[in-house]
């Protein structure tokens, strides 16, 4: 089982849409999980930190199930420029911070 | 403040040949971070460094690859030889380390094409 699972994808969605994706993780001593959003040809950058009470910014939401291994990312009214791959990551602090990546989901939305 | 540095941006090799690559992370970074991205799938890492100690290389492939980081500041990456698997971007990363949540930033990659 690979430590970092996300939903396979791609998500092809109209503008407006409201998008979902799930990421599921193997080890249960992990402790803060992230969300990267990579462009096309272009390096991941940090899109969100998942905190245990979930949290939010402004169209995009982040909810963590530590019971279930399981986060996820919602993007509400979704916009053209939304469209790149979501890449859920999880950090194991206790083996130094290591920062495994998930293979991403990739966003393409629609006009 | 200045990003994360990578170079060379592209590389063109030939089977067998070897290639290093080079990374200069975020002033203050203890902890840096070598990736290898295959297109299509998410990043695969491949050596964490703690200043100059290895955190772990767990999937680094230590029959051709190699990587150091001697003053815990400049890494370099190096393939020897190479094989036409080893196309792919190899991203470096920095973090201050610090904390559980603390973002990882970044370079632009080198892409690395074994022909």
């Given at each position: ?40 040809r ?15 910014d ?23 420029s ?26 393409s939305?629609?006009? | ?5 990578q ?16 990374c ?16 299509g ?31 815990g ?39 690395l094409?074994?022909?």
């Amino acid at each position: 089982r690979k430590e970092v699972e996300q939903d396979p994808g791609p998500f092809n969605v109209p503008e407006g849409a409201t998008v979902a994706f799930n990421c599921t993780y193997s080890n249960s001593a992990s402790q803060s999980f992230f969300w990267y959003r990579q462009d096309c040809r272009k390096e991941p950058k940090l899109l969100m930190s998942v905190y245990s009470s979930g949290n939010e910014d402004g169209r995009f939401t982040a909810q963590l199930n530590r019971a279930s291994q399981y986060i996820s990312l919602l993007i509400r009214d979704s916009k053209l420029s939304d469209s790149a791959t979501y890449l859920c990551v999880v950090n194991d602090y206790n083996q130094g911070g290591k920062l495994i990546f998930g293979q991403g989901t990739e966003l393409s939305v629609k006009p | 403040e200045a990003g994360v540095a990578q170079s060379p941006r592209y590389k063109i090799i030939e089977k067998r040949q070897s290639v290093a690559f080079w990374c200069n992370p975020i002033s203050g970074h203890a902890t840096l971070y070598w990736y290898q991205q295959i297109l299509g799938q998410g990043p695969k890492l491949l050596i964490q460094f703690q200043n100059n100690g290895v955190v772990d290389d767990s999937q680094l492939p230590k029959d051709r690859f190699s990587a150091e980081r001697l003053k815990g500041v400049d890494s370099t990456l190096k393939i020897q030889p190479a094989k036409l698997e080893d196309s792919a971007v190899y991203l470096c990363a920095s973090t201050t380390g610090a904390g559980i949540r603390t973002e990882a930033f970044f370079g632009q990659g080198t892409r690395l094409t074994v022909v």
